[in-house]
């Protein structure tokens, strides 16, 4: 049997609700939209390109999304030490390019234990709780959980709109 993309019981965007409730609420809907289009493709599909020469794929997104999700929640909120998902000294676009040779079920496993770590570094911090991030060239910012609320919420929705048009190249599907 040919393994394919689970099937999600997509969480709706909710429409009333305090600050809290909305952020997390959009995170899911577009964190459950990403996944609804990799609903039922095999392996093969979810590695298939955009278009020569970009390697964006499903699987891709699905990697690039597990790393953003650790990134910006555990390791830079919450400051935890976490070995790094991919060698980026080798190839800083490995989530991407690596897909070749890559095991979507353990993929798809590690995105959703990522979003359920992710989800518990930020319960019960306050949205104002401020941090440091520290950038490669040595600059310092001073950020707060709100930030990474609204920036996950735009990350996802540039890269469903991506998704969109990889999985119509992919089998035709279109819609929401």
Known sequence: MTWRAPEIDRRHEPFLGDE???????????????????????????R?????????????LVRHMTVVERAWFRQRFAGESLPELHDWAADPDAEF?????????????????EIEAADAAA?????????????????????????IYVHMIEEYARHNGHA?????????????
């Open 123 to 147: 319960a019960g911090h306050d949205l104002d709780e401020e941090f440091t991030l520290r950038r490669r060239d040595g600059s310092e910012h001073r950020m707060n959980l709100r930030w």
């Open 97 to 113: 390019t690596t897909v070749a040779t890559a095991d979507p079920e353990a993929d798809f496993a590690a995105f959703r234990a």
């Open 164 to 176: 969109d048009l990889i999985r119509e190249r992919v089998d035709g599907a279109t819609g929401d």
């Open 20 to 46: 809290r409730t909305m952020l997390e609420g959009w995170l899911n809907y577009h964190r459950d939209t990403l996944l609804h289009k990799c609903a039922g493709l095999t392996a093969e599909q979810l």
């Open 48 to 60: 298939t390109a955009s278009v020569e020469p970009s390697a964006l794929s499903l699987l891709g």
